[in-house]
């Protein structure tokens, strides 16, 4: 099996003497499987998900051992942070979802992580680690052809030492495309939902000229397409007999599809949704001696998106109210939601190290600075639902259009201390190892939110600040009982920032804190041909910040829980030639107190929901099953086959199924997810003085409707319903390299 080297503790350690829960996907993996997006990888980790938020084809809903945050809103923060070659980028669910073009490993490391990685690492963080600059000069173009008209393209090239300058260089630009995968009757194939079409760059620039070390690097995402088909699946009693008056008014039947995955769809179309991302960093190596290096990693980054989205058929009518003191109403377009969304962020980071090494001490030490802001400007329209009115003859059930504008500005500014070391004293034949770390974080946040009383009225500004100090901490003891097996026990702690809501008002919420208590193991026999890797995990998080959406309005609440858990990943390498590898995660979260407001107005004003809550989009258990056969080598190439299986249990997608806010929470829940790949290859095939690669590959075999997302409008809109995944797929990929 395959040595991984990993950087989840700042410095290049072996996966298996590295005494952190962190899951490892080499560029050999990453290649092997074609892994072209970030969503690919959390069927391969366990405990992970990671799943295109509903709505948007830029936003990535990031989960790790149940904690994360599917709201995209840019004043929520995400308490997974993911790194881009040691960068911290801010908004993930909003522009996180950006294509994977050269990467040399992928490290997921589940949390919290507070001490080395700092705020907003509560469930872990994500470290995509790019390839270094190869010493000789290589061109490689890779592309591949799929169900529903996908294709891709991708060309990098190394320029090899310029000379004796010290200097190397590589450049990757990759194109793909696809038409949707359910057929809008409205609209063509490339504005069909699940329609993509991306262009990334890449580019890296490396010198080394012996104790000076220099990398620039510059990426740039355009993506652009149409989010995965939202079906209604459930309307509320009001929200049926409501929609039901619009073909006698000579408009649309709102379709409510229930539990299946449509092939044809009546929506009203969109322009498609844009997102740019761009971003360049440059990193700074000096070694002062053998023992002591300073690092500098110096960035800049920027997004911009554009987001229509639409939930419903072009042409619904209905009676809509325009004079409340009479009730005199009027067929109108009337709409359960849709919204234009606008939404922009840029930043900027500094972080310094200090790393040092001697015969029995390894430390990290730094200084950190971050600054964003951000803003959003995003006018809803939808159908407030107003119920019966009795009158003469009777009175159908009535509406009321809104047009309420979300529009916000906000900034955030971080500063932090940080240092960890490790310790081998000169005990025990020196096989055990004690690691001690703290940060010191406080953050600055500000957001203005303008209050519109209706579409082109003079706003009123709503204006708020406040600071955020935190401590965290981390205490490690591993032990090698042999040179294979290794044990290791530790309380780790980290902080999510607190806050404000901008969609309910600046709402404020309060930092969120989570205490770890973690054993793990990562152990190899046989001759490295059998690899066990395990933790076990108990972790507290008080203040848990959980994000609720119902009828246009958002809000954060505070509660507490507590989350029990393991995973275990087993690689298997029993023949020449055939690699098994199985993984398992499982967490049963458990609030132990979540206040809400009482939808009953005769009880108390606030209610405890903590025994009926739900925890959003986690699963209990996530499972992959994987084998690689590859037959020996032929003189023409070599042949290998591939076939993996990865499951995830049921989800719920809100917290709660309170009258008052998501009355349909039940019937959008997300059964349990399958998908079973294959995949075979011929490699290293000589060709024009280079090798080829093809490979042939299918994707979800079984057609599994596979729901990745879900939104219940609430009880005032009456409507809920689902995203689906990619249906079955076929497609093949070529590679030539010279």
Known sequence: ??????????????????????????????????????????????????????????GVSAFIRGIGNQDPLLSLDTPIGIYLDGVYNGRVGAAGNFD??????????????????????????????????????????????????????????????????????????????????????????????????????????????????????????????????????????????????????????????????????????????????????MTLEYDVSDAVTLKSITSYRKFRSSQPTRYAEPNLLGPVVTDFTTFAFETQRVTPFSAPQNVSQHQVSEEFQILGRTDRLQYVAGLYYFQEKYAELNPNFFTVLLGDFDGPGGLPPLGLNQNPILDYNGKATSYAA??????????????????????????????????????????????????????????????????????????????????????????TFRPEKATTYEVGLKSEFFDRRLRVNAAGFYTRYRDLQVAQFSGGMGFAENANANYPGFEIEVTAAPIEGLTLDASIGYVDPEYTSFPQPNPDPNGPAVIDIADIAKFPYVPKTTT???????????????????????????????????????????????????????????????????????????DNLTNHDNVTAGIDFGPFLGIAGRNYGMPRRFGVDLKFTY
């Open 1 to 58: 099996m395959e040595e991984i080297v990993v950087t989840a503790r700042r410095q290049e350690e072996n996966l298996q003497e590295t005494p952190v829960a962190v899951s490892a996907l080499s560029q050999a993996t990453l290649e092997r499987l074609n892994i072209q997006d970030i969503g690919r990888v959390a069927q391969l980790t366990p405990n992970v998900t990671l799943t295109e938020g509903s709505g948007t084809v830029a």
């Open 100 to 281: 994977l073009v050269d990467l040399e490993r992928v490290e997921v490391l589940r949390g919290p992580q507070g001490t080395l990685f700092g705020r907003n690492t509560t469930g872990g963080a994500i470290s995509l680690i790019t390839r270094q600059p190869l010493d000789e000069t290589r061109i490689q173009a890779k592309g591949g052809y799929g169900s529903y008209d996908e294709w891709y393209g991708r060309i990098s090239m190394d320029t090899g030492l310029l000379g004796d300058s010290g200097v190397k260089a590589n450049f990757v630009y990759l194109h793909r495309q696809r038409d949707g995968v359910v057929d809008n009757i409205n609209a063509p194939d490339r504005l069909d939902p699940g329609a993509l079409n991306v262009d990334a760059l890449y580019g890296k620039l490396a010198g080394d000229w012996g104790d000076l070390r220099a990398m620039v690097t510059f990426d740039y995402n355009d993506r652009r397409g149409v989010p995965l088909a939202f079906q209604i699946a459930a309307v509320t009693d009001m929200g049926g007999e409501y929609y039901a008056q619009s073909p006698g008014l000579g408009g649309d039947a709102l379709s409510v599809v229930g539990d299946r995955r449509l092939k044809t769809i009546n929506q009203e179309t969109t322009p498609g949704q844009v997102s740019k991302v761009w971003g360049t960093a």
């Open 418 to 507: 940080f240092g960890q070391a490790t310790y081998t004293p000169p005990i025990l034949d020196e096989r055990l190892d004690v690691t001690l770390g703290i940060r010191q974080t406080k953050d600055k946040k500000s957001i203005d939110v303008r209050n519109f009383a209706f579409p082109g009225a003079t706003p009123t500004l709503t204006s708020k600040s406040d600071t955020f100090n935190n401590t965290s901490y981390n205490a490690t003891i591993d032990y090698k009982w042999t040179d294979d097996v290794m044990t290791y026990a530790r309380i780790g702690t980290g902080y999510r920032s607190g806050g404000f809501n901008a969609r309910g008002g600046a709402q």
């Open 624 to 698: 992959h099953w994987g084998a690689e056969y590859a037959l020996p080598a032929f003189d023409w190439g070599q042949l290998s086959f591939r076939v993996d299986y990865a499951t995830s249990s049921k989800r719920w997608f809100h917290a709660s199924n309170l009258p008052n806010l998501n009355p349909l929470n039940d019937f959008i829940v997300d059964p349990g997810q399958k998908n079973l790949s294959a995949r075979i290859t011929l490699a290293d095939v000589a060709i024009g003085g280079g090798t080829a690669e093809i490979s042939g590959w299918a």
